[in-house]
């Protein structure tokens, strides 16, 4: 490398990893799969997006009450949606023992439908199951939340019969949509273990399920932190593996 | 050539600050109203009705389920501008460099630049003739308890009519709601 070309180096890096390289040819025979996700956008949270024309501010930032995608992006009736819902309130009962719609937890628990806002750049930037164009692959990402908002905690049962779901800890489950030049792929989440807070991050560990992948967990964590004009950035690093078959 | 490749580095990463929103908020030259504009800050209680902020009742804060921790603010305009106007909110939290409310703009926590217009689920004109603003998320980097801090809000409506108010958070004062 001359020294004339080793000048460039340092302006090449950045443009190299800011534009997302595709991810073909990274499956290997046999091994586990895995879809790599990020969210670093940046987007005032007071504000509901433009991409999501049916958004009704909820009590989290950066989480909007909508049916968008489930009714646009996958297609489903209402009955559908409502199914999947009862599928997921199942699931915690199952699991963790909460009855969500049980009036002994109301303002021991708060329930919150959601679709995390798409200016937090929410996108697939590495898959070893489908083509990611450079920049990566817009996304979504469709959340119940149950976050336990008793100072003292409330009582888990289910598989986590005795212990205690601290007050700002969560159990959630929802779907990662991935509309892909090949078709709409969902993957359905539900929490593994309840996700907490640390050093201010959400920290999660959930089970994924898909009908085109298969089983699998997704690990990740997620920060919002205020800018100096008054926006939030997103700082959302998720990492899905399928068991290899 | 140093000069060159920081400016090529900006354009790669984006680095170029997006514009702002008080810059964009428009006042209408006709507008004629001129009395005071009253401004009190507060948080929704439990069953969403204003609850006023100030020193002996200082805001919660909230560990979101998001990631990070926010204050949740609401505001009320005394005699608003006519109800199809926007408002201009700053929302802002500081740490204080000293324990007064004068030494409180030297680091911020916090801001929140928003127009608010009539149809937003933020604007909520009420029977008595004032006008709720909110709730609004202010998203915060940092609530330290065991030093002073503010937080001040301060609005402009569509007659150009500005106001604003403080409220300083006293060391280990607060209360948090996880």
């Known amino acids: 490398m001359t020294p004339r070309h080793a000048s460039f180096l340092p302006l090449l890096l950045p443009a190299l990893l800011f534009a997302g390289c595709a991810s073909d040819g990274l499956a290997s025979a046999g091994a586990s799969q895995v879809i790599d996700i990020v969210g670093d956008g940046t987007f005032n949270p007071n504000v509901a997006p433009e991409a999501l024309p049916d958004a009704v501010a909820t009590a989290i930032p950066g989480r909007w009450a909508s049916t968008f995608v489930a009714e646009t992006v996958l297609g489903w009736t209402a009955a559908e949606i409502e199914a999947d819902k009862d599928e997921g309130r199942a699931f915690l009962s199952e699991r963790y023992g909460l009855d969500v719609e049980d009036p002994a937890y109301e303002g021991r628990l708060t329930t919150v439908d959601t679709t995390l806002d798409p200016r937090t750049g929410f996108r697939v930037v590495q898959s070893t199951l489908f083509d990611v164009p450079d920049g990566g692959l817009a996304s979504w990402n469709l959340a119940t939340l149950v976050v336990a908002t008793d100072p003292a905690g409330v009582a888990l049962g289910g598989d986590f019969e005795g212990e205690v779901l601290a007050a700002g800890q969560a159990v959630l489950f929802g779907a990662y949509v991935f509309p892909t030049d090949d078709g709409v792929y969902r993957v359905a989440y539900r929490s593994l273990l309840p996700a907490v807070i640390q050093d201010g991050a959400l920290v999660w560990t959930c089970e994924v399920e898909s009908e085109d992948f298969g089983a699998g967990v997704a690990q990740g964590l997620a920060i919002l932190t205020p800018t100096a004009e008054g926006e939030v950035a997103a700082d959302i690093r998720n990492h899905v593996t399928f068991w290899a078959p | ?178």
């Open chain 2, 1 to 178: 050539m140093q000069r060159k490749r920081i400016l090529m580095l900006g354009v790669l990463t984006g680095c170029a600050s997006a514009p702002s929103v008080v810059d964009g908020f428009v006042v209408d030259p006709t507008c004629g109203r001129a009395a005071p504009l009253g401004l009190t800050i507060g948080q929704p209680a439990a069953d969403g009705s204003f609850q006023v902020i100030d020193e002996d009742a200082p805001p919660q804060r909230v560990f979101g389920p998001q990631g990070g921790q926010h204050l949740l603010l609401d505001l009320v305009l005394a005699d608003p501008s006519d109800e199809a106007s926007a408002t201009l909110v700053v929302l802002q939290a500081a740490r204080c460099a000293q324990e007064e409310p004068a030494a409180c703009e030297t680091d911020v926590l916090g801001r929140v630049e928003v127009i608010t217009r009539p149809g937003d689920a933020q604007h909520q004109p009420l029977a008595d003739g004032t006008l709720r603003l909110g709730s609004y998320f202010l998203v915060l980097r940092d609530w330290p308890e065991e030093e002073p801090r503010s937080v001040t809000a301060s609005v402009q409506d569509a007659c150009g009519r500005s106001a604003a108010t403080s409220i300083w958070v006293a060391p280990q004062a607060q209360q948090d709601t996880r």
